[in-house]
């Protein structure tokens, strides 16, 4: 990441600006050793290069200029929370800092020390003062998908703006019910906070501008799915990770655009890596930024990652709003019938995410799947065993990792990880 000249917009937003500035130098070393060392990378990634330049500079200067015009920045952490809500009230919904060890030992004194790197990053980062999203927020929502992050809201309730959604965690008929007030109390929420009211006319808007930025991210998945690989993993990754942060009409118009290469480059017969490379899965926690380890790991190990099942992947972008609806009662409940689809390990039993799992694996036709546990995610290391079975019954192969945003266990995990792709090559 290029330092920029924002550090009075920085200075603004109470950042820790000396601790800021040794993170950016950080982030921009770990960036070029992992992306910008990639040989035979599209031209269109250049447009995330500069997203993940400026992600700290341009894109909050530009959340600042909104709210000197009246609009509110909503942060979020899950992709439970209705983007087509905060869009229809003209508000800016953006991911938090989530993906690396910082203010790690200040988190500690508010959550236990066994809690998920995940849950001490967004709380370090806050308690760094080193994120410039969460001091640009308005409100932060968050959401009960596990007893850690619910009992550790409580303490970053303390110190930032914060609104809790409860998600169900079943899937009968009493679950969406529950959503769906979930879904009008978050609605009420945001018309309160901005003033403005939820129409017939925005709301469809909005259900399509998401809805967009989904089918844009569907159309790259089936592309890299392509023999072979037009794309690395890690560069999908970072896009899925750029679409919480950027504005979603950019972003869908960029991503189609790359699209249109990617294409070009299928036509051609051409990959990023050979054609009897072994192809990944990588399945489990999601993969917020910074943290591009293990596709680090992966790909500098023989394999190429071909497609990702988790919330940072496939879960964000699988299903779609129906449009159909006419009025804003309809509209919310076809937005309740997507976001019921979610097939969070928060749920159970959580059948629905084994058979994605597998139909994926299929797809892709991947020669395995590395299943990621971030250490003390209770839901997703449970469901490893699970999926681990439904994997064996399909005869995929498949690789349980747990670890979290340190770097000390690298050299163990690229030893696992090369013994894998061995085994399947």
């Known amino acids: 990441m290029e330092k920029a000249s924002y550090t009075d917009m920085w200075e603004n937003l109470n950042l820790d600006i000396e601790a800021h500035e040794g993170l950016l130098e950080v982030l921009g070393k770990f960036y070029g050793d992992i992306y910008m060392s990639q040989q035979g990378r599209l031209q269109g990634m250049e447009y995330l290069d500069f997203v993940l330049s400026e992600v700290h500079g341009l894109r909050i200067q530009e959340l600042v200029d909104a709210q000197k015009q009246g609009r509110k920045i909503i942060g979020t952490f899950c992709v439970f929370v209705p983007e087509e809500l905060t869009l229809a009230v003209d508000a800016i919904q953006v991911g938090l800092c989530a993906g690396a060890d910082a203010g790690t030992e200040a988190a500690e004194t508010v959550v236990p020390r066994n809690t998920c790197a995940l849950i001490k990053s967004f709380i370090g980062f806050k308690m760094a003062k080193i994120c410039p999203y969460t001091e640009s927020c308005d409100l932060i929502i968050g959401e009960t998908t596990c007893d850690g992050k ?59 501008t998401v809805n967009d930025k989904r089918r844009a991210l569907q159309r790259l998945n089936t592309l890299r799915a392509a023999v072979p690989t037009p794309i690395s993993g890690r560069d999908v990754l970072l896009i899925n990770q750029v679409s919480f942060y950027d504005d979603p009409v950019r972003f869908t118009n960029s991503i189609n655009a790359l699209c249109d290469q990617i294409e070009e480059r299928i036509a051609k017969s051409e990959g990023i890596v050979p054609e009897k490379t072994p192809r990944l899965m990588l399945a489990g926690c999601p993969m917020a930024v910074p943290n591009w380890k293990l596709p680090y790991i992966v790909e500098s190990s023989g394999a190429v990652v071909v497609s990702e099942e988790s919330c940072i992947g496939t879960r964000n972008s699988r299903d779609l709003v129906d449009e159909s609806a006419e009025t804003v009662e309809e509209m919310i409940d076809a937005i309740c019938d997507r976001y019921m689809k979610i097939d969070c390990a928060c749920f159970t039993p959580n059948n629905e995410r084994l058979e994605n799992i597998t139909k994926l694996a299929k797809e892709t036709k991947v020669d395995g ?25 399909s005869e995929v192969p498949m690789l349980a990792i747990e670890t979290d945003y340190s770097m000390e266990d690298v050299e163990q995990l690229k030893t696992r990880v090369e013994a894998f792709v061995e085994i399947i090559s």
Do not use: N
């Not at 290391?381 to 079975?389: A, I």
């Open 150 to 208: 619910k009992k550790a809201y409580e303490a970053f309730g303390e110190m930032a703006p914060m609104y809790v959604m409860e998600i169900p965690q079943r899937k009968e008929a009493s679950d969406r019910e529950l959503w769906k007030a979930e879904v009008m109390r978050y609605k009420e929420k945001l018309e309160k906070l901005t003033g403005k009211t939820i129409t017939a006319e925005t709301l469809k808007k909005s259900i399509k």
């Open 369 to 393: 799947v590395i299943h990621y546990s971030l250490m003390f995610c209770q839901p997703y290391t449970h469901e490893t065993f699970k999926v681990e079975k439904a994997l064996a019954d």
